[in-house]
């Protein structure tokens, strides 16, 4: 289970990896906890008033989509975004937004989601929400209150059965080092980088990456990804800078996406050590876990 701040966050982090799940036969679900109402258009082929008008109908009609091209199931969580605070100093959050909405109510919805679902494994973003979008901090917050949760009888007794995943992961795709190795690449190969300016104005965080502890191997559905990256059509320039690194230098620079385990309930996983990259499967240590019913085949 991916926990998600916004339609299209599901196809932008981590969405190889889901892709190749889907492909050997496990069972990926999304939650997306806001309707993405609160979404600039970030595609200016997309940029006309019909479109923003009804842009939350436009961006569930693109999340089904996406959906269908990765193979998924999904769930909205059913809170309205929170927008990016533009300005210094930020403006306050809008009025009853995800961002503002009290974390004992988020969490409890999403409870009842992991408990009806029946997660082995859940993802989400670090602390730091990956950017900083209050909906990212947010999202975070809940996934992370969910997780501990979900398995306590005690803790919601209204939303379903106990139901208690396995391993917590967070999101680390958006990193430094991959950032320079893809732009060392493309310099390397003659062509232009689209990461100078970001990589100038981004200080190397070594203890931050170090917190990596997973690498999933999903070269072979980075054109599923994109794809579904394009299905979210109002957020997503096809010309932009999601693509202006060919698919192939990126299978070969960096073939693999990375997370952080950051819980594991499986105290004879010889390979869940956090703090160093020890892993190359999100389900390393499940497949022989008695707990393992319904889960990846
Ligand atoms: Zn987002």
């Not at 379903?160 to 999101?171: F, S, V």
């Not at 990456?209 to 794809?227: K, L």
């Amino acid at each position: 289970m991916h926990v998600h701040a916004h339609p299209d966050d599901e196809s932008s982090k981590g969405a190889a990896s889901t892709a190749r799940y889907v492909a050997e036969g496990a069972q990926v679900h999304v939650v997306t906890c806001t309707g993405g109402e609160r979404g600039s258009i970030l595609n200016p082929k997309m940029d006309r008033p019909d479109i923003l008008e009804n842009i939350t109908e436009v961006r569930r009609q693109e999340m089904e989509r996406a959906r269908d091209i990765l193979g998924i199931t999904q769930h909205w969580l059913g809170f309205v975004d929170s927008g990016w605070p533009d300005g210094d100093p930020k403006p306050p959050l809008p009025e009853g937004c995800f961002g503002l909405v009290d974390l004992e109510e988020a969490t409890e919805a999403l409870v009842r989601i992991v408990r009806e679902v029946r997660p082995h494994v859940m993802t989400t973003y670090d602390e730091r929400g990956g950017y900083p979008h209050p909906d990212h901090i947010r999202c975070h917050e809940v996934s992370v209150a969910a997780f501990a949760a979900a398995g306590d009888p005690e803790r919601f007794p209204d939303a379903g059965e106990p139901w208690q995943p396995l391993k917590l992961y967070y999101h680390h795709s958006f990193n430094r080092p991959r950032m320079q190795a893809l732009h060392d690449a493309m310099l390397q190969h003659g062509l232009e980088s689209p990461w100078e300016e970001r990589l100038r104005d981004w200080k190397p965080e070594p203890e931050w990456d170090a917190r990596i502890t997973t690498r999933v191997r999903c070269d072979r559905w980075f054109g599923v990804r994109d794809q579904a990256l394009l299905a979210h059509a109002t957020q997503i320039d096809p010309d932009g800078f999601w693509f202006a690194i060919p698919r192939e230098l990126q299978a070969e620079v960096w073939p693999h996406e990375d997370f952080e385990l950051v819980t594991s309930h499986l105290p004879d996983h010889p390979d869940a050590t956090v703090g160093q990259v020890t892993e190359d499967d999100l389900f390393a240590g499940l497949l022989d876990h008695p707990d393992r019913t319904g889960g990846r085949i």
